[in-house]
């Protein structure tokens, strides 16, 4: 059996990741899920349930990093930051959560040494994202330099970003194509009932859907 630790947000991208992890490249999965006081904290988690069954997970970790809201400097974490609605916009937002995905690999790495796995599967999105930069691919190349570097000489994990190089609408098309639950996903990045339409993240995936002429099976105010 190989396995791989899949990091799940409850969004679409991580959703066709793991989806991919599991049907494409044929790995048993572990479900690997983080709560660090994001406003849609209890959404997500809900949904990572959801996707994590469907994939009949060997296992769910789901992991309390609280410390993120309390370093603060995000509108996913600070109550005082507002989301912004006012459209996507060039530079770096005030969405990004500093260092997010440096603090979820290092924790998904150990956990990968521990259970023995042989891939980290993460959704990053490059070219179509928020412009976050631990999304790029140029970072998860070096971060997997330095999983190699810290864990012990037998230990050989590689970081896997089916999604790097995609637009949202290639991800809602091979999402569609692979039968992932976009139903049980959540991109809103501060509703928890329906989605609020405009923000960054409800754009990008509203859009996505448009292009790809398939329509959105979640719920929008």
């Known amino acids: 059996m190989k396995k791989a630790v899949c990091i799940i947000s409850g969004g679409m991208d991580s959703a066709l990741s793991s989806y991919i992890a599991k049907f494409r490249d044929g790995y048993e999965i572990i479900a690997l ?3 660090y006081g994001q406003k849609t904290e209890k959404k997500e988690l809900e ?5 994590a069954k469907s994939l009949n997970a060997l296992r769910l970790v789901e992991l309390d990093l609280h410390f993120i809201k309390e370093i603060g400097g995000s509108a ?3 109550n005082q930051i507002e989301v912004p609605k006012e459209g996507l ?8 959560v500093p260092y997010r995905n440096g603090i979820f690999l290092s924790i998904a790495g150990a956990l990968a040494e521990k259970e023995g ?9 490059e070219e179509d994202s ?5 999304c790029s691919d140029s970072f998860i190349q070096k971060l997997e330099l330095a999983i190699d570097e810290g864990t012990k000489p037998e230990t050989k994990i590689s970081l896997e970003t089916p999604l790097v190089h995609l637009k949202k609408e290639q991800i809602v098309q091979e ?3 692979l039968d992932v639950p976009l139903g049980d996903t959540w991109s809103c990045y501060e509703s928890q009932d329906k989605a609020c339409r405009v923000c960054d993240s409800c754009r990008l995936r509203l859009k996505g859907f448009e292009v790809a002429g398939i329509e959105d099976p979640i719920l929008y105010q």
């Open 33 to 35: 899920h983080f709560n």
């Open 47 to 51: 949904s990572f349930r959801k996707i």
């Open 175 to 177: 999402a569609d194509a």
């Open 130 to 134: 928020s412009g976050y930069p631990d």
């Open 89 to 96: 916009k060039p530079g770096i937002p005030v969405t990004y």
């Open 76 to 78: 996913l974490t600070d």
């Open 117 to 125: 796995a042989e891939a980290i599967y993460i959704g990053v999105v």
